[in-house]
């Protein structure tokens, strides 16, 4: 499992003992440093790698589930990032993620655009992107996505999804390429 932008390591907790290896990467100093301490006392064996989500240094298809978990906003390059996160995943393989996006409100949409730059200037993070397009625009089949909002933050942040989506299959070279098509949302 391949974590991108592991921060401080608040997820750690959230890897039960069925996660049998675990990589998590992140680009910045500070956070790298807090982010070892934190692996160091929960989860000993992680592999812990300093790499920003738009180069990750992994062969092809080496992981079967990639997390992103609030980072795609902050991401120099959003499409570069989850074109290296399709990379990296096994045909298949699925991407679980937590991000911020665009609202679907248009009134909401136009107060996301005007305190971006607020935004980008406090936390580095690009509330107004349109994140769910942005993955299937590079390729994933979007399984599940659950709109819902970030309590407790200003209003212009609080548009979020939760989901799961699938890298294609790789198809035979005398076939079309196949991709998994979505799934129903559960009970």
């Not at 910045?28 to 989860?43: F, I, K, S, W, Y």
């Not at 000993?44 to 790698?49: F, H, K, N």
Request: charged residues 20%; hydrophobic residues 40%; neutral net charge.
């Amino acid at each position: 499992m391949l974590e991108i932008g592991g921060g401080t390591g608040a997820s750690l907790p959230c890897y039960g003992p069925d996660v049998s290896s675990l990589t998590i990467t992140e680009p910045q100093p500070a956070m790298l440093r807090r982010l070892e301490r934190n692996v160091g006392e929960h989860r000993p064996s992680a592999r812990v790698l300093r790499a920003p989500a738009e180069d990750l240094p992994f062969d092809d298809h080496t992981f079967d589930t990639a997390v992103s978990t609030l980072v795609l906003c902050g991401v120099d390059d959003q499409p570069r990032a989850l074109r290296e996160l399709r990379r990296v995943l096994r045909p298949g393989g699925q991407l679980l993620f937590i991000e911020h996006l665009r609202a679907d409100d248009p009134a909401l949409a136009r107060l996301q655009d005007r305190m971006n730059w607020l935004n980008r200037l406090v936390v580095c993070c690009d509330c107004n992107r349109p994140t769910l397009d942005s993955i299937q625009a590079a390729g994933f089949a979007v399984a599940q996505a659950e709109h819902t909002v970030l309590p407790k933050a200003p209003k212009f942040v609080r548009p979020m999804v939760v989901g799961c989506a699938m890298a294609p299959l790789v198809a035979r070279a005398d076939q079309a390429p196949v991709t998994v098509p979505p799934q129903p949302p559960g009970p």
